[in-house]
């Protein structure tokens, strides 16, 4: 079982920045893939960043050169850096994390709000 804890979230202006963590726990494969999902009001989560254990990212087009993720591997933690937010990136943000073995594992956290005012 693996535990995922966010934090960071909030209430930020628009143009402003927030930055979210994002801790995993629990027994899982080393070779892994870490990132954000989001979810707004009536629509549907979507990917938002992604990276591998091997450092190989994926950003959503809508985010490209306002989010930046990294993550610890030695800390199983990931983080996403987001700058020059926009009303339409409130949503619930969830931390998830997936690998494969004998298939694929995939776990979310509790999800952590984030809310652009315009």
């Known amino acids: 079982q693996v535990h995922l804890v966010e934090s960071g979230g909030g209430l930020v202006q628009a143009g402003g920045s927030l930055t979210l963590s994002c801790a995993a726990s629990?027994?899982?494969?080393?070779?892994?893939?870490m990132g954000w999902y989001r979810q707004a009001p009536g629509k549907q989560r979507e990917l938002v960043a992604v990276m591998n254990s091997e450092g190989i990212f994926d950003y959503a087009d809508s985010v490209k050169d306002r989010f930046t993720i990294s993550r610890d591997n030695a800390e199983s933690t990931v983080h996403l850096q987001m700058n020059n937010l926009k009303p339409g990136d409130t949503a619930v943000y969830y931390c998830n994390v997936y690998y494969y073995t004998d298939r694929r594992y995939d776990y979310y956290g509790q999800g952590t709000q984030v809310t652009v005012s315009s």
């Open positions: 629990g027994s899982f494969s080393s070779i892994n893939t």
